[in-house]
């Protein structure tokens, strides 16, 4: 047997079947690894998002301060006035299954909102993300976007961390993705290092305002059982290979043949027709 497992064609098949067996292994570990992200994100929205909002000083108390990954989905409230000349469009994102804009507006926070987290004397602005609005007919023609409350207003949501910078190149006025740089750089202002999606509005606008955005999404999808799938797949090529391997071996030496002959069962009639 291991005469014929050391062979080149079966040493070959072998070499195969362990490559086969560790790359099933690693894809199931890496299938585990993003199994446990997603678990983990769910236990912190779960935790975060149905909790009494906050002042959002005492989750973000300095522009310097990035939102930790056990901070997503916080419920906060901050006081300020809307900066309507500011307003951004994100471009191409989803809602129940159709894409349009993001709309994004700067608040300018009062010093109120700190929750005596935040310098006063020099309030950066809080990025809201009002909502969601469909696209204009064609590509060409921004879309109709309702305003929001004048003068100051109390707004509650949860904390987002920003995205990356897709590298774009967009009209003014309109971004790819809810990237921190590109809106400080649109703005002119210094924002912290989170965004709001937003909940409510106190006074409420004029408008409707647009879609809110879905409740985060807490499921951790089948990776697991993915995982289980590729281990219980890796050593499947080397017992095949063993098998093939043995039946082989067996044929080559004669082992099969050698094997004595189960006798015939005799049946009553037979014995009747001696």
Not at 59 to 79: G, H, I, K, M
Not at 86 to 111: H, K, M, S, T
Not at 264 to 269: C, L, M, N, Y
Request: proline share 8%; aromatic share 6%; hydrophobic share 40%.
């Amino acid at each position: 047997m291991l005469a014929t497992l050391r062979s080149r064609r079966w040493a070959g098949a072998m070499s195969l079947a362990i490559l086969f067996a560790v790359v099933a292994v690693l894809l199931g570990n890496w299938q585990l690894s993003r199994h446990q992200d997603k678990a983990e994100r769910r236990d912190v929205a779960e935790a975060n998002y149905g909790a009494s909002p906050v002042p959002v000083g005492e989750v973000l108390a300095s522009p310097q301060d990035a939102l930790e990954a056990d901070q997503e989905w916080t419920a906060v409230r901050a006081t300020g006035r809307y900066l309507q000349q500011d307003q951004l469009l994100v471009r191409n994102r989803p809602y129940r299954g159709v894409y349009g804009y993001e709309v994004l507006v700067p608040l300018a926070l009062e010093p109120s909102a700190s929750g005596g987290g935040l310098d006063a004397q020099d309030m950066p602005t809080l990025i809201v993300d009002r909502g969601w609005v469909p696209n204009a007919e064609n590509a060409a023609t921004l879309p109709d976007v309702p305003e929001p409350p004048t003068g100051e207003v109390e707004v509650t949501g949860w904390l987002r961390s920003p995205e990356q910078d897709l590298e774009r190149d967009l009209p003014s006025g309109q971004l790819a993705s809810i990237n921190l740089g590109l809106i400080e750089g649109a703005i002119g202002q210094e924002a912290l290092r989170g965004y709001l999606l937003l909940e409510s509005e106190t006074p409420p606008p004029a408008q409707q305002r647009p879609a809110a955005a879905e409740p985060p999404d807490l499921g951790v999808g089948a990776h697991f059982a993915y995982a289980l799938q590729w281990w219980l797949t890796a050593p499947v090529g080397i017992v095949l290979v063993l098998v093939m391997a043995r039946r082989e071996h067996r044929e080559a030496t004669g082992a099969a043949a050698s094997v004595p002959a189960r006798p015939r069962k005799r049946r009553v009639w037979d014995e009747e027709d001696v």
